[in-house]
């Protein structure tokens, strides 16, 4: 063997251990996906393009009553 073989066997208890809770943390966050987040990100997303209209026809008025 290897000094690189030896080294992957050499990893410490605590090591493998967190390793094994960070797949698992991951894991558990890809599958915690609730409808309630989808709900959240529409209306978010809905409330910004409502936004994003209302400001346009601010602006396009502020243009239009400014102007001489």
Known sequence: MSH???????DST???FLKIMQ???TES???HV???DNINTTTTKT????GK???????LLDKL???R
Do not use: A, R
Request: proline residues 3%.
């Open 34 to 36: 609730s409808p309630m």
């Open 65 to 67: 009553l400014s102007s």
């Open 53 to 59: 209209f209302f400001n346009y026809i601010n602006k």
């Open 14 to 16: 605590t090591d493998f």
């Open 4 to 10: 690189k073989d030896d080294k992957k066997f050499q």
């Open 29 to 31: 966050q890809k599958e």
């Open 23 to 25: 797949k698992e943390k």
């Open 47 to 50: 409330f910004n393009s409502m």
